[in-house]
Structure formats: C-alpha cells, structure tokens
C-alpha cells in the first residue's frame, strides 16, 4: 500500500475545495489523485490491492451536514442522505412498506457487516469486481486504458451480456441503483461547478471505447442526496436476486420490477436488471411490452425476450440470457401476486 | 444434553467442553503469527505472473527505493542451503530461487523485507520481472499435457486393484451404465492465513507457523538449511484451519529462516489470500469413468472405475481412491485404472479426505445411476450389495456398520415419505428432491509418543506434539487421561503444537484422535501401573488387592470391595512429588523401524486397506433434501441427515462438530467451490473468497448428525476410528442424486450450478 494523504474536512464546499485543488476538470473520480472516502469498502480494497492509486483521501465522515445522515420519507418521495449507511436503510419500516424494492435491494446486498459500514451514495458507485480487473497482473483496459481485457476470451462467467463493448464486459455488481433506476430516481451532486440534480439513469456510463470512464461525475464532485419520487408503481415492488449462494454473493441475474397494476392489467411497470450488464440497466423495452397487457407468464415471457433482445454472450456467461428472463418473468409473477 | 452435545450411547465418551473454547472466543488463544516477538521485520512475497518459463531479468531498484525496505531475498540467496523435497513434509521439490525456470502461476520470485508490513507489501509489488515466457499447459483439455500411470508412483499407491474378470462379466450383464464424472479444483483456503515467523538464537531456529506436522517439518526444514535438527523447533499450538493445507512444509519457510539468519532478527511473512493459491497446495481436479454392470436382481457383477488426476511437471502428486471405491460394495468382478496427467501447474496436495471426496463422489453418483437404470431404491440397492468380505483381497472388515446408518439416517430423514418418481415432489414453485449416498474413510493409526505426569496435587500434564487443527484432538487426548487417571478435565493441562514435544504423527488421514490417545491411554496405564504397586505393598492402603480390582475415579485408588485411598496419599506412601512416563505407541504390525521413524518425521500408517487380518474403515450414510425454484433453478439444501459409525466415540460433541462441518463442507463441494483456471494462461482466476465461494449460515438449515454405536477392538488400543474426513464423503452425490430426483437431470460435473440445469 501506498503512502497518501488524509484529509477530513467538516463541510463539503471544503471537501470540493480540496479535491478542486489536487484534480484536473479531465480527471476521472477514480482515477484521480484526490479522491472521496465514505465507508471505504471499496476503494480501501481496490487501494491495497494496486488497483486504486490515490496520493490523497478526502473523508467525507466528518461532513457537519445532518442531512447527509438522514432519510426523509414524504408524500414527495424519499430523500436520502448520501452518508447513510446501507444497513439502517435496509432497516427503515416506511421503506419497506412503501419502498419495498429498495429495501430488498439493500437487504440482499453485501454482508451485515459492510452493509454498516458502506454510505449509500458509495454503493450507488461502486465499481466492478471483475476478477481481472481486480488484479493488476492481467491486462485491464478500465484499469489501464488500452492494455487490452483478459476476460474477453477468459474466465467470464460473471460477465455482462448487456451494455458491453469490445474493450469491457464488466458487470456493474451493485443491486441499489437497480431499485433507484427503477423509480426514477435522481442523485445529487455539488462540485467547483455548482450544485446539479443527475437521474439516475444517466450516471453511469456503458464501457463503449472508454472503459476508464464509469461515471458521469467530475472528479471535484460529491453526491450530497438520492432523491426518489413518490410513484403509483413504488408499492407494488421488488428485487428478486438469484445468486450462487444464498447470501454474500453477487447477483448472477437480478430484477427490480415496479408495477401500477389495474386488477391484472399493467398500467405501468418499471423494470432494471441487474448482474448482467455493464451499468444499471433499464429495460424500456419490456416496460414497453407490458404496457397495457394483462400480466400472466406469456406476456411476462414476452417481455423477458424484449429486454434481452440485444444480449451479446460469451463463452462462459451465455446462460445468463436465459436466466436473466426467468428472472425477470418470476420477478414480475411475483410482484403481481404481492398483497399490497 | 443438547444438539451440539449428543447424550452419550454404547461406546461414546463424555461430551465435554473443548478445553480451549474459552481461549478461542476471546481471542486468547495464539495462532503463529500472532505469537510476540521482539524486533520483528516483516516480509512479503513476489509471486510469478506467468505459469511457464524463465525469469530473465528482475528489476529491484524501485523496491530497494521503499522506506523501510531492509533486504530483498531472491536467485542466488539460496544457493548454499538445499532445495525441497516432495515428501509426506515437504509440499513440492520446486526451488523457486534456487533455479529461475517457473513451473506455475503464482510461483515464489522474491522475498522483501522490510520496517513495516506496509512497506514490504509495498516493494513487493514493485518488484518487477521480465520474462522469456513459453505458452503453458493449464489442464486436462489443453494441448501439451503428459498422461503417466499412477500405479507406483507415490508410496500411497502401490497398485491399480482388480478382482475377478471384468470384461467379461460386464459383457454379461443385464443392467449396465457407463458414465464419466468430473471434480474441479479446489483451495483449502483455512480463514488463518499462511505465515512464517523465523528467528535465530544463536545456533537454533525457532520457526512459528502453523503446521500439522511439527517433526517432519523440523526434520526437513533441517535438512534443507544442513543444519542439525535438534537444532531447529517449530512452534505451532494453534492451528486456525488447517484440511491438509498445513501439512507438506513449503519452500517459503526455509527463505523466510534464510532471510532471518541474513538479517539477525526476526521475520514474519504472512502472504496474502491471493498468494496462498500459488504457493501453497490444492485439490487437484480430477476425472472418472465408471461402469457398472448388475444383474435384474440388483447384484453388481462388474465395476470398473478409472480415474485422471492433474499433477505438477516435477511432482507425481497421486490421490488414487480406487483402493476405496474398489472395496466398497460386494463387487462380483473390479478393474480400475488410475492416471496423472501433468500440466504446469504447483504441485497439488493433501485436502481432507484426499482420495475419497473426489472418488467417491464418482462411485456414488454412478451408484444411484445404477439404482434408477434397475428401477430400484438406491438404499435398497446399496442392501443388497452389502458384502461380507472386500472384494479385492477378500479379508473381512473389522467392523461395518453401513446398514445400521441407512437406517437409522433414512428413518430420522424421513425416506419413507420420498416419492420414488422423478419431479413428483413439489412444493410451490420449488420442486423437491431426495437422494442419499455412502460416506467411507480408511481407519489408520501411527506410532506416537505423550509424556504424562500426575502430581502428588492432583495436576495432570500431558504433553504430546500432535496439533490442534480445529478438530477437538487437545481436549479428547485431555478426556483420555482424565478418564484413565480418575482426574476432572480442568486439572489436566495438554501442550502440543511444538517440536520440542515427544513426537507425534502428522496430523492427517484421520489417525489423530486414534494416534494420540492410544500413546495417552499408554502412558497413563504405566502412571495407574505404579500408583496400584504403591498402593497394594505392604503396607500400602490397599494392600492385598489385586491390580485388576482396581480403578481410579475422583483422585482415588478404589477397590472392588469399596476400599478406597486417595492417590496424593499413596504419592506420599512412595515418598514422590509425581509420576511421569513417557510412553511410545507403536501400532499392531508396526516395522522394527517404526519409531525411528516417527522421530524422524516419517511415521508409518497402519490400518485401512494394509493389514493382513482385516480392512479398517469408518462408514457413514447421507441423506439431503433439495429445492430448486422451478423458473431460475437455483438449488437450495433445506435438510441434511448424517449416521456415522466410527467406532469408540471419545466425545460426542467435538465429534458431532468434525461430521457437521464434514457434511457442510460436502454441501459447498456440491454446489459451491471451484478455483477457475484461466486455461489459456495456466492461471488461477477467482484467488479471494469473493469469488471462491463457500456455504454461509444461509445456505445451511436443518443439520443431523447421528452417531451410531459401534465396538472395534481391532483398529487400536483406544478402539477410535478417525472421522475427521468422513462426513464430506459421500454429500456431493447426495446432492446429485437429489437434484436428479428433483428435475431428472443427472449432473456428473460439479459443482452443480444453474447453469447446468436451465437447459
């Protein structure tokens, strides 16, 4: 491990000052030389391990702000702070009553234990554990641009089959920013620039010839809150996650679905995917399939194929099509059924 | 009485408290690399990133450039002290700075030592080497590959054994299959991590790390810096999982003392999770055929079974488990056939229940093959194959209580309720299978030595250099004296894990528990021996009575008749402070060399399929329930039933735990571990415990063990039969044959995954 700086500033145009000073408006966030610490369990990680290579932390755990610790449920929606930790979400009653997909989504995440220590706002951007990524030994384009991926023709089992390019097929693993893409949800974000308001969906970026590039942030900007509206479609909800093992696992597919059902009849529904794709993946298409359909295992089936309609397999990761749409149409089936 | 100590049956001893549970989970108890030491320098390792070639270059200015950075170990320093051998304690005969030729991924290139773990880590990762690389040979399927006989090839496996003639009677038979099996690779992956702590006193070597094999280790780590080994001690009292992964000695040792005798202080390497995949030992995988043929009534006529295992170029590392699975039912006719197939790969190693997790599961699973192909029960058909005497050499066994566990696991299981059809039995949108399959393990002993003393105060000291792997062996060697020497447990103190302890066998192969307390119940028989001549002369308080009138209990000498003296007085009859002996156990059939040996680190093992009047083993029956969601297949183990017949008992809960963490390890075996190899590198993908998976408290629900009685006098003086490599045995094709009662799919390669039953 490195040498670095630590610094804990107590407000964030502090903490956006110090990052502004030691980073270049063309800096990726993780790229970066400073870069922001919340609950560490990923870049402490990706740090002893070479993969991430700051010379200066900037922890935002001693930021003043109480909203950053805060989650506020009204009849807008949910505003979430960006430092609370995944755990006491994953906890909050008028979550899952009314959110009941976000808190799914958290409660089937990580371990108990990084669960209390991971922010919310870090889990929104967390990067991927491909495994050749994670070990700097193998050739990584999203670690060194253009050196090449090892996992194109390698091991690729956990691999995405959606939103891929040919310089990365890196799963985004996280299942949070399933649920919150699922409901529209916006983050945001203050930098040496100003304050901005960023959807969800636009956040991440699919690895296209510039893997090094995950995300839509400024290396100086900092996710101050995630904001969720209230919609007809956030009760009837979940995430269904189908993993090798029963905790403590990524997804090797995984759905958050939403519906505004009228009797069986789909009003609206809001579907991610998760575990097979480069980024949080919304599935317009199925949305669209559904629309105004009466919801039973053809239509969820059809709807499956829609959102797999542009999967690109590998060698070891084709099944994933096959059990992505299984998991979505049990997904839908499920939240049809679900007493709300 | 609970479920983690079983109420005692015929033949099983008290369930005792381990004697150390309080230490352990209060962080008290010392592992090797926690153990103090003053001035210590840390050190950290550079590993290859290639699997075949020469190092031609190594570039150290960065490394040497680190704060703190003390010295850099690498080719050439190692030159004056010999190179490993591959031996019972020693891992592989690479050299990996003794010769620049990389044989494997992950291969040892340098040692740096620094101030601070930090800064070691840190010039170990700018270490950086060229190499002229060559294209590696991963596994079975890559080009390169040599196939070698493994009859002969290691001490462990003499012959490939037959009986009768196959052919022909395969040829006749009404009912026949003919199936191939795979296992993949598999890393041991104990949650202590591998370290090394060397220090020089002077002259002497004092090594802290965790081993199962203190005196091999101490003989060859001696041999190998050509020093004397009264020389060198190895410190090892608490071992934080162990599976075989602790008990070859690897080459990083002997670099870790080099580089402490070069600095003059002491250096600790602890490598990391992902360097242990290279440079320790593992599973190799392995691949089967087997054909059975029967007749109408159920009667195996013929069984054939070879098998394939991965080795290192260098090394002939054999498992060969067709000694077992040739033995295990009443074959009418065997052929088996076992294979190496050396790629550039480390050299593999002992993981628990070496030859039998990988064989048996084959043998198993065909086993239930065969029960659907004759359309019978496959408990029923394991009845009717029951056999009086093994096959290949037609000796009885000493004991085989494989039907009582069917039956009592299938009645706590609930068998009777299966509904034998296949995809009959659901539950939702979960269908719902059942399967079973035979758990067997090869009862052996070695030589062994403890040294006893009891105090006029009524203090216990036992001492014997076995190890505490995990498996209980420090509190049931402590319940052996106590039981024989009349003290309670908390007035017995054992040490072991230290090469300065009388020697005891590598603690592998399950012969622990039989080793050590056969030594114990040795010397604390010699310790009753003379309290009973101080208290029956003349003028003793017993005087008169006859040795076998007595018994010891309560810290009292008592006669039949109800005479009773307390032993601090008899001590004081004798006029002595103690009574210590030191006692040597050398089993039946037991060479005139034997306990040379032992002190040499080179114990034989007696028992299993070796001896002339019997073949020894432990039997176990498995039963699991699983569930698989009929839309996304993922396969959940609801229930596990375990019976297990190990002989003596020595204590029901330290023995419960061994079978239980057997069967969960066989449920991950079944569904979860494999180390992927990146075929066209020879590299290892998935080094962390992110990717290698193992069951978590999630994946485990309802567990029974069922300890079922048995009497064996034959196996040893303490009538034990080892079971801490049973209860993994077997519980992989339980698993697969109830994922085939479930969907019909009949998975043949584990582990089983969705993937292989989306299709």
Redesign the interface.
Known sequence: ??PFVYEQPTDISAAVAIASRFTTEDDQPTRANAQFIAGGTNLADYMKL?VAEPNRLVDLNRLKDPGLRQIRVTDEGIRFGALVRMGEAADHAELKRGYPVIADSLRLAASGQIRNMASLAGNVLQRT?C??F????WHCNKRVPGSGC?AM???N??HAVLGGSDACIATYHGDFAQALIALDAVVRAEGSRGARKIPLAKLHRQPRDTPEIETDLAADEIITAIEVPAVPWARRSLYLK????????FA??SAAVALDLDGDNVREARIALGGVATVPWRAKAAEEALQGKTLDEPSAGAAADAAFAGAEPRQHNA?KI??GK??L??ALLETRDMKV | MDTAAPRPKENQGQPLPRVDARLKVTGQAHYPADLPTANIAYGALATS?IAKGKVAKLHLDDARAVPGLLDIVTYGDMDTVEKPKFANSGSTSIGPLHDRTIFHDGQIIALAVAETF?AA??AA?LIRAEYDAETPTASFDSPGTATIPAAGKSPLFKEDVKAGDFDAAYKEAAVKIDARYSTPTQHHNPIELFSTTAFWEGDQLIVHEPSQNVTGWKVELARQLKIDPAKVRIVSPFIGGAFGSKGPMTPRTAIVAVAARRLGRPVRCVTSR?QAFGTQTYRAETRHRIRIGAGKDGRITAFAHEGWEVTSRPDSYVVGGTSATGRMYGYGSVLTHVSLVQADRNTPGYMRSPPETPYVYALENAMDEMAVALGMDPVEFRRINEPKTEPIGKKPFSSRSLIQCYDQAAEAFGWAKRDPKVGAMRDG?WLVGMGCATAIYPTAVAPCAARVRLTVDGDVRLQCGSHEIGTGVRTVAGQMASERLGVSIDRISVEMGDSSLPPAPVSGGSISTASVCSAVLKACDAIRAKLYAGATAEGGPLAGSHNEELDLADGKIVAKGGASAKVEDVLKTMQVGAIEEYAEFAPKGATPEALKKLYAGMPEFHGGEQDEDSVKYAFGAEFVEVRI?R????I?VPRIVGAFAAGRIMNTRTARSQLMGGMIWGIGQA??EAT???S?YARY????L??Y?V?????INDLQVILVPEVDHAVNPAGVKGLGELGNVGTAAAVASAVYHATGKRIRDLPI???QL??
């Open positions: 491990m490195r070479g554990r495994e050749y994670r070990e700097t030994s090892a023709e390698g091991f089992r956990q189908i993993r090798d093992r029963e905790s403590y696992a090797l597919a099944f096959e059990l299984r998991t149409v049990r | 990133s930090e880590e840190e990762q992902m949108d969601n839309y996304t297949r993922e959940r569904l979860h992927e190899v990146d066209r993908v998935n080094r962390d992110q990717d998976l069951p978590v408290n999630a994946d995954r969705i993937e989306l299709v």
